[in-house]
């Protein structure tokens, strides 16, 4: 009989069928911040029992088994530590991924892949199928899974800022307009970068509120105009800069055209229109983009990480030419005009 080997198919489907308990596993290791606490070095599973109220024998079998998929370290003396993975799960880390853990292991949003075959077969929501509201409408309604939401989805913006203000070149544009902008902290970043430009920041009135203190750190509130409002019905006139960022992959193609036929009646003619996404490859999709675009699928059924293709298209139909792809770490910003 041959030894097993990595690539032996029942390895990698056990690998695969310990995928949900591995995230449920990693969100309790979280949730008794055990990550924050190894921040002050190794501790013992009896030690780290005693800081987080743990039971130790049970805490000790869930460090065993994380352990063994790399998000700590057993040490030969029993104790354990921190590795890279569990570092980033620390809730000071610059680039925490604590909220975004989280919010991907809640039970709602476990429930909703619970019914992808749903999505697969219909291709609708299965959040709408599991929870009958869409996701902002459950967001609206339970403000404690929002913040959480805002948290992850704060750190993956954040992460993305620098390649984007480095990558493009914002510097020819005296006002920029973002749509579904958030809490404005891409705005805030152009902005702090140059000096001349003004901003809008149009968003739901729900969200924008929570922008002061964004914009107030970045020494930019006196140049900004913050519009509450909904980008599919009107979006502010006399920007010469448009920018959606991470805006159009949660629609279907009727919605997106809807959206930048919004932007193309309110853009001059020689103004730009940016789309931050990251980009579907025509072939060989990474993980990464493979699985998001899995994720826009489940959540809001049409949603999707379109091509460069499938872009240009929606542009053309929109009154919108495609002018060029600028890439930007992992996402690319696909830049366009009016007609």
């Known amino acids: 009989m041959q030894p097993s080997s990595p690539a032996d198919p029942q390895l990698v489907l056990g690998g695969i069928m310990r995928g949900a308990a591995t995230l449920q596993a990693v969100a309790v290791a979280v949730r008794l911040r055990l990550p924050d606490v190894l921040a002050a070095g190794p501790r013992t599973p009896a030690e780290l029992a005693a800081e987080t109220g743990a039971a130790p024998a049970p805490l000790a079998r869930l460090l065993r088994a994380l352990a063994t998929v790399g998000c700590f370290e057993a040490r030969p003396e029993g104790a354990y530590a921190l590795t890279p993975l569990s570092d980033v799960l620390r809730e000071d880390h610059p680039r925490s991924a604590r909220a975004r853990l989280?919010?991907?292991?809640?039970?709602?949003?476990?429930?909703?892949?619970?019914?992808?075959?749903?999505?697969?077969?219909?291709?609708?929501?299965?959040?709408?199928?599991?929870?009958?509201?869409?996701?902002?409408?459950?967001?609206?309604?339970?403000?404690?899974?929002?913040?959480?939401?805002?948290?992850?989805?704060?750190?993956?913006?954040?992460?993305?800022?620098?390649?984007?203000?480095?990558?493009?070149?914002?510097?020819?544009?005296?006002?920029?307009?973002?749509?579904?902008?958030?809490?404005?902290?891409?705005?805030?970043?152009?902005?702090?970068?140059?000096?001349?430009?003004?901003?809008?920041?149009?968003?739901?009135?729900?969200?924008?509120?929570?922008?002061?203190?964004?914009?107030?750190?970045?020494?930019?509130?006196?140049?900004?105009?913050?519009?509450?409002?909904?980008?599919?019905?009107?979006?502010?006139?006399?920007?010469?800069?448009?920018?959606?960022?991470?805006?159009?992959?949660?629609?279907?193609?009727?919605?997106?055209?809807?959206?930048?036929?919004?932007?193309?009646?309110?853009?001059?003619?020689?103004?730009?229109?940016?789309?931050?996404?990251?980009?579907?490859?025509?072939?060989?999709?990474?993980?990464?983009?493979?699985?998001?675009?899995?994720?826009m699928l489940v959540e809001f059924g049409g949603g999707r990480q379109r091509t460069e293709s499938e872009l240009r298209t929606l542009f053309e139909r929109s009154g919108l030419v495609l002018e060029r792809v600028v890439p930007a770490g992992e996402v690319s910003v696909v830049e366009g005009r009016r007609c």
């Open 102 to 295: 989280l919010a991907a292991a809640a039970p709602f949003a476990v429930e909703a892949w619970l019914r992808l075959e749903h999505s697969v077969r219909t291709g609708e929501s299965a959040f709408v199928a599991a929870h009958g509201v869409s996701k902002w409408e459950y967001y609206a309604a339970h403000p404690a899974d929002a913040a959480t939401f805002d948290q992850a989805m704060l750190g993956r913006t954040q992460a993305r800022i620098a390649p984007v203000l480095a990558a493009y070149d914002f510097a020819p544009f005296a006002h920029v307009v973002d749509v579904g902008g958030g809490r404005g902290h891409l705005l805030a970043g152009i902005l702090a970068r140059h000096a001349n430009a003004r901003g809008t920041l149009l968003d739901a009135p729900s969200v924008v509120p929570g922008s002061a203190p964004v914009l107030a750190a970045a020494g930019v509130t006196d140049r900004v105009a913050v519009v509450p409002g909904d980008f599919r019905q009107e979006v502010p006139r006399g920007g010469d800069l448009y920018v959606l960022s991470d805006i159009l992959h949660d629609w279907g193609d009727d919605e997106c055209q809807r959206i930048l036929e919004k932007c193309a009646a309110a853009m001059e003619p020689n103004a730009k229109l940016l789309v931050v996404e990251l980009l579907m490859p025509e072939s060989h999709a990474s993980p990464l983009v493979a699985w998001l675009d899995l994720l």
